[in-house]
């Protein structure tokens, strides 16, 4: 059976894109894992997918989007949930569904399968307690399946994180590359050389003075921007009326007394 190497499934984060950091490109954290370990890379990740799209979507792709569909990965990169968890609807049992279902499918066409956890300080406003929900479905899903766990619960800062507090930097997208290789370390794989390694970049003063600046400006804007559209969405939502509460009709078909 032919094998094509690391496959990636996700959102935006791992689909990449985005701007230069001293120089360097920004690519996925799992092309990066993938040069490292030198193997062929497969990319499924979309811009804005939920753990319902890697079900419905990115995993049926595998079979009319490839020139190969019976192909086996060595490695199979599943980093989904941020999406998730800073929707309105946010259901923890839907996600862990479909979780399972991707890790399921993915246990018959990889060796070996890497899930990621979400950073706590992710977006702005903060998404909540919904961060720590998915995080814990992503760690149980992992131990029925046997999928190894790359924990970013940690991961905040400029120098990895964009002002939006939710897109990895050039450098955050290889320090995650990093992270997942000493997971995939460990667990045995060979990595023929580090990401950091593969890039070269030298800072100075003024470019950071000038980087500083143009982060608080962006960052103060996103923050009110999300604010705003959090709220808006909120208004937007339909008030449900109490348990028992008569509606409109209901009230105006009633007799009035006196």
Not at 70 to 75: C, I, M, P
């Given at each position: ?21 001293w120089?360097v490109?920004?690519q ?7 040069r490292?370990?030198?193997?062929p ?28 569909p019976?192909?086996h990965?060595?490695?199979a990169?599943v ?30 066409r ?45 991961m ?11 897109h ?41 003075l ?13 923050s ?13 939502q ?14 105006a078909?009633?007799?009035?007394r006196?």
């Amino acid at each position: 059976m032919p094998s094509l190497g690391v496959l990636a499934l996700g959102d935006s984060i791992t689909n990449g894109g985005g701007e230069l950091q001293w120089g360097v490109a920004l690519q996925s954290w799992a092309l990066w894992t993938a040069r490292a370990l030198g193997l062929p890379y497969s990319p499924f990740a979309t811009d804005g997918a939920t753990a319902r799209d890697v079900v419905g979507v990115q995993l049926p792709a595998l079979g009319w989007r490839s020139a190969r569909p019976e192909a086996h990965y060595e490695l199979a990169c599943v980093y989904i949930g941020a999406n998730d968890v800073r929707a309105l609807d946010w259901a923890a049992d839907a996600f862990e569904r479909d979780l399972d279902a991707t890790h399921g499918a993915l246990a018959a066409r990889a060796q070996r399968r890497l899930a990621v956890t979400i950073p706590l300080d992710l977006g702005r406003p903060r998404a909540g307690p919904e961060i720590e929900e998915a995080n814990a479905a992503i760690e149980r899903v992992a131990a029925r399946h046997g999928v190894l766990v790359l924990d970013l619960r940690g991961m905040r800062g400029r120098r990895v994180l964009m002002a939006d507090h939710v897109h990895p930097t050039a450098f955050g997208q290889l320090a995650i590359a990093e992270r997942a290789l000493d997971v995939l370390a460990a667990d045995g794989m060979e990595v023929l050389e580090r990401p950091w390694e593969l890039v070269r970049y030298e800072t100075t003063r003024v470019g950071r003075l000038r980087g500083d600046a143009t982060y608080a400006y962006r960052s103060a804007k996103q923050s009110i921007r999300a604010a705003g559209d959090h709220l808006g969405a909120r208004l937007r939502q339909p008030r449900r009326r109490p348990f028992g509460t008569p509606g409109l009709s209901e009230r105006a078909r009633r007799p009035r007394r006196g």
